[in-house]
């Protein structure tokens, strides 16, 4: 195993020992550039949270959990996002394109992908249109000197 990947594994191991002690969060997945081969020495650690569905993770809750696990794990590149108040486009990337890290509620987190994956598909469809119909009056718009 290369150098890099086993401190990857090695930061992720101890990153997770720190989320099991949590008694509030559904899950976590890691997106973004790190641990990927997009990687570099800038990249910060993007965390997905998926808080449990009784908890109101305000952004009180989002900044006390990116502290303690910046101080634990001796970073300030951990970036904590709070995936029950995102967006949904931010939520689907995160569980879509993300590894998921830990799970400290299997059904929690079943029912929040369940309602994701949902809500994206419904809204995926209007998005494309969107864009389409954005792209059609831009080039209308520009064809005739406008």
Known sequence: ????????????SKLVKI????????????FGSYGTEFQTKHSDIDLGVIFLPEVNADLRTELELEVALSLAMGTDQ???????????????RAISEGCLIYQGDYVATSNFLEETYKYYLDYAYHLKNFHRER????????????
Not at 135 to 146: C, Q, R
């Open 135 to 146: 792209s059609k009056a831009l080039k209308e718009a520009y064809a005739n000197g406008g």
């Open 78 to 92: 951990i970036d904590v996002v709070n995936l029950n108040r995102s967006p949904i486009q931010l939520r689907y």
């Open 1 to 12: 195993m290369q150098s890099r990947e086993k401190e990857i594994n090695v930061f992720i």
């Open 19 to 30: 989320l099991e002690l949590r008694r509030d969060i559904a899950a976590v997945y890691l």
